[in-house]
Structure formats: C-alpha cells, structure tokens
DNA sequence: AATGAATGAGGCTTCATTCAT
DNA sequence: TATGAATGAAGCCTCATTCAT
C-alpha cells in the first residue's frame, strides 16, 4: 500500500465527546456565574466557546439541561477533591475540620462554582420536592453525617439528631463558606474563617 | 344627642394610597412567592388585586420597582415584630432566643416573604455593593449587633468579633429560620427549632 | 374711617373663557415646541398649566384638536403682526421687505411657534388635501400674493406665474425665516438675513 | 463528458447580506414613506418583506436604527445619481441646472424617498447638532459648494458668502424639488419646475 | 458535526381618554 | 368646573429553539 501516509498535520485528535462536554459544562459554568441563569444567553455560552448556539444543541437537551448538567459537573468535582482530602485522617474532629479547610480552598479557587452556588439557593434546596441535585447532595451530607454520628459515637460530640443536624449544619457549612470567602475579601481570611469554625465546632462538640 | 348620626351606609371610604400601596406590596409578595420574580407578569399581580396593569403602574416605576417595595415593605413589618418582642425583657440570653423565635414564628406565619427570602439570596446580599435593601437590613443587624454587644459586655458571650460574627450570625439566623420552618413542615417543629437555637447559643455562649 | 373698604383679595375675577383658552394654547405651543406632537403628553401641558389632564379635556376634544388650535392660534397671531406692519407703506418692493423683516423679527421672538414650525412640515402642507390650517395659510398667501401682483401690474418685478410663485415664495420665505434665524444664533443675523432677501428680491426684480 | 453538470435547478442563490439588507431598506422606506415613522410598526414592515419581526433584528438593532439605515440608504443613492449627472459637463450654470434637473427627475421616480423628505425635516436638520446623516448631507452640500464656488471664481455667479448660501440655497432646492414636484401634480411639471429654477438662478446670476 | 438564518411566543411599558365624585 | 384614579389598547424587543444545508 502505498499510501499510509500519517495525516501530516498536528494529531488534532477530535476531542473524545466527554472531553467536549467537559469543556462546554466548564464554560457554561463561567458564563452562568457572570450572569445568573436568566440573564445568561444560550448564545454567549457558545461564543466563549467558539462555537454556535445550534452545535450546542447537539449536546444538552435545553437551557435548563445545561445548566444543571454543568452545575452537577462542578458540584461533583468539589465533592471529590474534599473527599480525598479527608481521606487522610481517622480522627473525627479533624475530620470535620479538614472538611469545611478544604472546601474553603476549594471554592476559593472555583470562582464559577462559588458565584452560582451564591445565587442560586435551590442548588441546596430548601423544599427536597424540587431538588434537581438530590444524588449529588445527598452523597455530601452523607459523608458530613459519617463523620458526625461517628464523633457522637465516640463522645466527641454532643448527641444532637443527626439526620436533622446534618442538614442544618451542611447548609451552615456551605453558607458560611461561601460568606467567608466573601467577607475575607483580601483580609486574613484564615483568621474569619477560623472563627467561623471555632463557633460550629463549639457548639457542636461536648463539653466537659 | 343634637348632631344627627352620620349616614349609615357602607363604609367604602376611599383607600388611603397608603391602605392601596399596602394592599399592593402583599399582593405583590404574595404573587412573587408563588412564581419567583422572572416569572411573575405584572399582569398577575394586577389580576390578584383586581385592578389593570395601568393602574399599578400609578404606584410603581416598573416591575422592579414593585418587587423591591413589596420586599421592602415585607421585611420592614418583620423586623417590627421582632422589635416589639424583644422590648420585654432585658436579659441578653433571653433577648437573643426571643429574636429568633419571634422570627420563627413570624415567618412561619408570613408564608410569601418567607418563600421569598428563601428564593433570592440577594435580599440579604453577600457583597455589600449590590445591597438593595442596605438600610433595613443594617437596623436588622444592628438590633442583634446590639445584644452581642451587652453580651460581650457582660461575659454572658464569649469575645467575639463582633462585627464579622454579627454579619455571619445573622446569615446564619436568617438561614436557619427559614431551614427550619422547611425541615419542620408538620413535624414537631418546636423541637427541631430549640436543638437549631441551642447549637448556636451553644457555641455562643461564654462556658465556666 | 379707619379701614379701607377696598375688596380684601385680590380681584380673582374668574377668568373668561377665552382667556383661559389663551393660557391652554400658549402653554400648548410651548411644551409641543419642546417635545414635539408625539413625545408630548397632555399630562405635559397640564402640568405646565397647574391644571389636570381631566381638566384639560373640558376644553379640548382630544389631543390632536389641543395641537390643532395652539397652532392655529400662534399662527394667527404671527399673521396679525405682519399685516399690522405692512399697512404703513404703499411700495410694492418695501412691502415684501417689510413682510419679510417683521415675520422674522417676530419668529425670532416667538420661540415656541417657531420651532414647531420647524419641525412639522405638514403646517404649511406639501399636498393640499391634508391641509388642517388651510385657512389661515391662504390668508398669509394672499396677503404675499397681493404684493407679488401689484409688483408685476407696476412693472417692479418679473412677471411671473402669480398663482404658483406665490405658493413657492410663501415656502422659501418660510424656510429661509426659519433657516435664517437658526443659522444667525449669535452671529450678525442682520446681515445673513439681508443676502437672504437680496437674492430672492434679485431673482424676482425686473432688470432693466 | 466527463463530469455531470451541475445539478440545473432554480439559482436560488442565497441572497447576499448586503443584498438583503438592500430588500430591506427598500421595503422599510416605502412602510416609513407610507404611514410615517411612528405610526409604521416593525411588523409591517417584516411583513412587507414577508419575513419576521423578529428575522428583521437580525440586520439592524432596533426600529430607529432600521429608519435610520433606510434613509442613508435613499440618500446615498439619490446623491449618486446626481453625482453622475453632473461628471458629464463642465460649465458651472449647467451644472448647477442638472444637479437640480436630475434631482428633481430622481426624486420623481423614488417615491418612498420623495415622501419621507417630505414628512421629515430632521433629515435636513436645522440645528447641525442633531444630525443624523452629517456626514451624507454634508457630502451633498460639498457638491453643490464647490459648484458655486467655481462659480463666482469665473465670474457668472454673483458674490456671495458661500458657506452661508451653499447652505440656504441647499435647503431652497430641496424643498423646492419636493414642493415643485407636489404642486405639479398632473400638471405640466416641466414649467413650473424651470419657472422656479429660473427664479434662484436669477438671483444668483451676474448681471451685467 | 456544525452552521446561522429564521421563527414566534411572550411581557413590559406608555399614555390618550374616560368617569365617578 | 375640576380632580385623579382607572382603563386598555398598542407596540417594541428578546431569545430559546428549530431546521435546511
């Protein structure tokens, strides 16, 4: 054969359809934290991508489908990083510290992330009925519950009701993280966010 | 008697356009709540009142207009309450449980501006800049910043910042409430709501 | 006697009917001349009068009839002032001088007339079918018309199409008055205003 | 043969832009010409051009742009005749007669034109400040100046201020053509019409 | 896969006019 | 006469979504 010849080109692999994806939610994401979702043009989406309103079509159903595919995209790649994190230590308390350090770390870097979860509150739904992230949140507070009924199981903490208490606290953690970061803006954030921490933890942990 | 008695008739003394714009802003709440303010036509809010759209825009600029009114005019009768209740005792401990419960219980009876705050997070705005509802949230603020105050004052608190742990406490009330009320929904909501109170009094509180 | 018996108040006699119509027209004249027929709102000039739209209403069918009489008025009055100043000559050439220099010394102080007819063509109609102010503008061209004819009997100018130059004299003689007084704005407006007339006044003159 | 033909259907060249944009401006002058500028909704015009109110704003940004676009497009395109008209002579007295025959023989036929410099004065703008086709009224008044100018330099016009008579002479043959072809409905426009251009040349001409 | 032209429903706002008092 | 609240008809513009290439 004599023909075989290796396109001459740069490999330009067309992007695998999940990478494409990944790439559309990311910007998404970025477009939607400028401008709230009302706000948000289908079309300025595909303009930070360099591509137009009707290709992205092929890939989300709707607006909406974009829009909660790209949250769920971020949500979950928070998740991950805080649950590595704690992967590293046994210890309740530090458990629970390390959860809400690196959560605050996160987000401080996923501005997109944080700015929507700022603005949207039915991202962590008041009334479970509407909860378009329901798997996702679920599988949060599930591992701030672990930590939690184990901490109460050692003594570590106060015997509060931990079904209701997780969900209390988790959308206290996440409040008050974003309200730090917020507040922080350029100051020692470490010292307010520290703080923040300290008032939970003392509520939260048995007094002798 | 010299003076013959006024005419009996039905009352129907002309609405003050105070009485009218009262009976707008609830309407106004009562129509946002149900629909969320993009949502909301102008046109629904003049069907509830039983008036046209025209003759709304007699009360108000424009659409915004009315929602920031109707918004403002619901908080203003919140805080209020609050105001009234807390002016029974002057404990500190005491004052501090009767804010929240007051609040509790108002919004649990002031379904719309409830719903509302739930919906848009911006009503207690986390950058300061955007704040369009600054004046009254600083006297909501300020009236709790005051208790912190005599608090710290008295070692009943611990010594917090006072003018950061104000802001995130506040946040953390208005959450709270509004959590709680949800989370309650035909549960024994009193309980659920003094294991909330005593977590954060919890981690208040000055301990021996 | 001590006290005078003179009436307490100021006379307050009511106004007539006519004066009043007067006020309404002038004011009219002066908001139209600001905004222009369309962007003007009867509430507007009601507001200009310290009177209510409503009450505006009892005198005026509607607005189109409001605009129609002001102007109708100014143009009247403006009409009034020429044929007064024209009387004291007999001279053909020195009465359309005359008319030209009083209708321009006088638009130049009647601001508000001035500028609608700057801005509305259809008051010195183009087709004659629409002509709301027919009367009136045939009044204005007869008076230029019975120049123009004694003029050509006496030999002072050419001798042109009576009927039809008139109609084209009355448009320039407009324009040019109006043109001339926004061109002159601060500058020598005599003599800008006195080449004006000299090439007209050259084109029509007989040469010998 | 080798290679078939291509396929013989109907051209149905895919119009260009800037040939749609010319439909478009050609169907909004005649709406505009119609019914005026107010009164003319998007609609009709998307309608005219049977297409949608909604397809029109995607060439132009709202319904005064549209006006505006529509109007430089009349004018430019009257201003070119008349450009060409003039290249073919170079004796000032006939071209100035061209300039003012071929307008008048232009305007004539472009209906839609004719009519909305009719109905619109600002399009010929008292005040330069508010002008919104500057820069193509000035490219006509430049033609016609440096006719003048030549003019007088050669001795056959008188002499007189040019920027002030370039300008008022300007405005004089614009609502001449317009008035003259008006007034001669049916009749025998070609007199009436060299009757008037008789006149201002007159005025202008040296005598000797 | 990608384009971009086209669609059309939908809502806000203005204001001339009317009417009850 | 006078008021001013109320009406309701318009019309502009946006943008999510579709579809023919």
Partial sequence: MLRAVLPAGPPRRAMSRQEKLNRIFDAALKVFAQYGYKRTRVEDIAQELGMTK???YLYVKDKKDLY???VSHGLLRWQARVREAIAGTDDVVEQLLIMCRKSFTYLSRDVPLRT????????????PKEDRFARINKASMDMMKAVLMRGIDQKRFRNVDVKYTTDLLFSIYVMFIIKTYIKSEG???GK???QGIDLILNGLLMHP
Same sequence: chains 1, 2, 3, 4.
């Fill in 54 to 56: 009707g290709n992205l």
């Fill in 187 to 189: 100051k020692s954030s």
């Fill in 192 to 194: 307010l966010f520290e």
């Fill in 116 to 127: 929507i979860l700022m603005n949207d509150p039915s991202i962590f739904p008041l009334s």
């Fill in 68 to 70: 909660e595919k790209s």
